[in-house]
C-alpha cells in the first residue's frame, strides 16, 4: 500500500505542477516509440503484453511554447505484433497533425512520423527486455510561411527538416520497475528554414529577435534515459517518473549574408522532465483503453533551436485492441 500512496502522489505532481519549460513528450522520436515510451512493458492480463495484441489509439497533445504559443498534436499510432512461440515483438507507426498558433500567426501540417521495430525477449523469470531500432522520419523541410511571404521560427515548424536513426532498450523488473535508454541521431538534414527576423517588409514584433535564430538548421544527436515505476492490475494502473534527455552538441546555423555555419550557444545540455500517466481498461476482454499522459520539467537547456521548447504538456489517449476475444480480462 506505501508503495501505491507515493506513486500515486509522484503521479499527481508530475501532472500538476506545470510551471517551467520543457522539451515535452508530444513530439515524435524515440521518447514516445518502442521500448522508451512511458511504460512500454505493461501487461493487459495475467499472462499477456498490451503489445501482444494488434492496436490502434488516437490522442491528442495539448501543449504550450515559446511565447506562449499555443500547440496541438493528434497523434494515430498503430502497433502490430510479430509474435512465435517464444519470443517475438511489434511495430510501432505515429502518424501526428500538427498546429501551432501565436502572434506570429498560425500553421498546421504533418509532423515527422515514426516508424520502429521492438524486439521482446520475455523468457526471463520477472524480468522484461526490450530493444528497439527505427527511424523518425522528417515530412517536410519546415520553412512554412504565415501567409504573407515571412518564413515562420522553428517552433511554428510541424517537423525538423531531417531524418533521424531511433535506437534503444528497456528492462522492466515484474510490474513496478522500468529502466529505459535511447539514442536519435539525424543522417539526413533537409531544413530549409528561413527564418532571421530582419527584413524590410517585417514588422516590428516579427523583427524583435524573441525567437532562435535555426537558418537551415543542423541538429546534432540526443541520448535520454528514462526510470518510471508502475502500479497497475487489469484494469487500471499509474507510472510516474523522470526522463532526462541530453543533447550532445550545439545545433548549427547557416548566416545568410557568410554561408557560414554557426554554433547555436546553448543548445547543448540537460532536460529533465518529470512524466505520469494513468489508465483506465474497459470492455470484457479489456479491448479499450483510455490514459492520460503529462510532463514538466525539472532541468532545462538554455536555447532550444528545433522548435521543442515547451512550458507544459498533457495528452489524453484512446486505444482499441484487436482480437481481445482471445483472452478474457479477469475482473
Known amino acids: 500500500m506505501r508503495y501505491l500512496s507515493a506513486i500515486c502522489l509522484f503521479g499527481l505532481f508530475s ?16 521518447m514516445s516509440t518502442g521500448a522508451m515510451r512511458t511504460a ?3 501487461l493487459i492480463n495475467d499472462e ?12 491528442h497533445a495539448f501543449a504550450k511554447g515559446e511565447r506562449h504559443l499555443r500547440l496541438n498534436t493528434t497523434h494515430t499510432q498503430i502497433r502490430v505484433p510479430l509474435f512465435g512461440e517464444y519470443s517475438g515483438g511489434y511495430f510501432d507507426f505515429n502518424i501526428p497533425i500538427f498546429s501551432a498558433s501565436g502572434e506570429l500567426g498560425n500553421s498546421w501540417g504533418l509532423d515527422d512520423v515514426t516508424a520502429t521495430y521492438t524486439h521482446m525477449f520475455t523468457g526471463l523469470e520477472d524480468w522484461l527486455i526490450q530493444g528497439t531500432l527505427g527511424l523518425n522520419i522528417g515530412m517536410s523541410t519546415a520553412n512554412q510561411t504565415d501567409g504573407k511571404a515571412r518564413p515562420l521560427p522553428m517552433a511554428y515548424q510541424p517537423g525538423r527538416g531531417s ?36 527584413n524590410k517588409i517585417n514588422d516590428t514584433l516579427y523583427s524583435a529577435l524573441n525567437y532562435t535564430i ?9 541520448v535520454m534515459l528514462r526510470l518510471e515505476g508502475h502500479y497497475y492490475n487489469n484494469r487500471w494502473g499509474i507510472t510516474a517518473g523522470g526522463v532526462a534527455n541530453y543533447h550532445l552538441a550545439n545545433d548549427l546555423y547557416e548566416d545568410r549574408n557568410t554561408n557560414l555555419w554557426h554554433e547555436i550557444d546553448g543548445t547543448q545540455g540537460l532536460t529533465v522532465n ?6 483506465m481498461r474497459f470492455g470484457r476482454y479489456g ?3 483510455i490514459d492520460l499522459t503529462g510532463a ?18 498533457l495528452m489524453p489517449r484512446f486505444t482499441f485492441y484487436f482480437n481481445s476475444k482471445q483472452s478474457l480480462l479477469m475482473f
Open 214 to 222: 535555426a537558418r537551415k538548421l543542423y541538429r546534432q544527436g540526443d
Open 287 to 289: 479491448e479499450y483503453k
Open 163 to 198: 531524418t533521424d536513426v531511433i535506437a534503444g532498450g528497456s528492462i522492466t523488473w515484474k510490474r513496478y520497475i522500468t529502466l529505459a535508454a535511447g539514442y536519435q541521431q539525424p543522417i539526413f538534414r533537409y531544413n530549409e528554414n528561413d527564418f532571421f527576423a530582419a
Open 296 to 313: 514538466t520539467p525539472v532541468v532545462r537547456t538554455d536555447t532550444y533551436s528545433a522548435g521543442l521548447y515547451r512550458q507544459w504538456m
Open 15 to 30: 501532472i500538476a505542477t506545470f510551471s517551467a519549460n520543457a522539451q515535452g513528450e508530444n513530439n515524435p522520436g524515440y
Open 274 to 279: 518529470i512524466t505520469g500517466n494513468v489508465f
Open 40 to 42: 512500454s512493458g505493461l
Open 48 to 59: 499477456e503484453f498490451e503489445t501482444q495484441r494488434p492496436q490502434i489509439s488516437v490522442g
